[in-house]
């Protein structure tokens, strides 16, 4: 199969990163696969484990000669990175980066961006609540979706040639606008994060009064939510603090809902809850018919952990 790219050079060595890499890999999509990571230890494991064809130990050095870069640090570090990198890049060579959070990272890194390097930045909707160089896995993007997000006078080849990647990798891709992208997952995907952190810290709180029975009897709901809540701290710092407008609309739509159900239940308003559980139910069917998860019981667990 003919590469896409000759060269890609990852930026940050780790969950994302490694399964493009696995995934590029599986298709043979790049010539080679050069990474990096700020950790000597990052390096060393990545190296180890031959999760990219070479490791360098400077950004500077992964990035030269690349066609494809691929920004796989967390949005706060985007900027700094793309500074450092800048001087040291192919001209005509495309630049991306997987952030999940566009308006902010497309200001941190735009501006240091050379004439004549198209920048588009994308979003795989797609993770776990691992991370490091360990983490990766070929089949991550399978069937979900990329959202590239071009800047304004993107050039359209480059464009297609960065969805074809994307879709060789196994993903679905859509085009979409920065503050759109921003607002679409400050519902689908922060502010859950949120309610989940939120959630599990409730109930670390409560595990204090009630001795460990938390963590004891923790059901589906509860489990769910410390999967969930323990998901990268320093990621999803960076995602609330640069998606602060969305995260904060979406909140405060949540909280009114929220007063709503709290109304209900000190009314012993039973239609109401019926109706709302009723309309949410429904929200779950359309995503198994999307395909976008199982429509086994329990996600699919099998095993049913006592
Ligand atoms: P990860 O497994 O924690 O890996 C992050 C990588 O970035 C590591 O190699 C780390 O280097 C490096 N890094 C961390 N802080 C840095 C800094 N200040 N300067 C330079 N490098 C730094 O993270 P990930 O899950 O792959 O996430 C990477 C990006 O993908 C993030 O922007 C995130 O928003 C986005 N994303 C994540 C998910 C998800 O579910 N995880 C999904 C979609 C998109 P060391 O190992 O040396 O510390």
């Not at 030269?64 to 796989?72: P, Y």
């Not at 990798?169 to 689908?188: K, Q």
């Not at 509860?222 to 999803?236: L, N």
């Amino acid at each position: 199969m003919t590469p896409i790219y000759d060269r890609v050079a990852l930026i940050g060595l780790g969950l994302i990163a490694g399964s493009m890499s696995l995934a590029m890999r599986r298709a043979g999509l790049a010539g080679e696969i050069v990474g990096t990571a700020r950790s000597a230890d990052t390096r060393a494991v990545a190296a180890e484990i031959g999760l990219v064809d070479r490791v360098t130990d400077t950004v500077a050095e992964a990035v030269t000669d690349a066609d494809l870069v691929v920004l796989c640090v967390p949005v706060g570090a985007m900027g700094d990175v793309a500074a450092e990198m800048a001087p040291h890049l192919k001209p005509g060579a495309t630049v991306t980066d997987v952030g999940s959070v566009k308006a902010a990272v497309i200001a941190a890194v735009g501006p240091h961006l050379p004439e004549g390097v198209h920048f588009i930045p994308a979003h795989p909707l797609a993770g776990t609540e691992h991370s490091g160089p360990r983490s990766g896995f070929a089949e991550l993007f399978d069937n979900r979706w990329t959202l590239l997000v071009p800047v304004e006078n993107t050039d359209p080849e480059a464009l297609a040639r960065l969805r074809d990647l994307w879709e060789r990798i196994g993903a679905n891709t859509e085009v979409m606008d920065a503050d759109h992208h921003d607002l679409v997952l400050a519902v689908t995907s922060h502010t859950p994060h949120l309610i989940a952190y939120t959630m599990v810290g409730v109930a670390d709180d409560l595990r204090r009064v009630t001795d460990s029975e938390v963590i004891k009897y923790s059901a589906a709901g509860f489990r769910d939510f410390t999967r969930i809540a323990a998901s990268d701290p320093t990621m999803w710092r960076d995602v609330f603090l640069t998606n602060k407008d969305a995260t904060l609309e979406i909140l405060g739509r949540f909280t009114e809902e929220l007063f709503a159900l709290q109304r209900a239940i000190r009314k012993g308003d039973g239609q109401h809850l019926f109706d709302y559980f009723t309309r949410t139910r429904a929200i779950r069917r359309g995503i198994i018919e999307a395909g976008q998860d199982t429509s086994a019981p329990d996600f699919g667990r099998g095993v049913k952990v006592k």
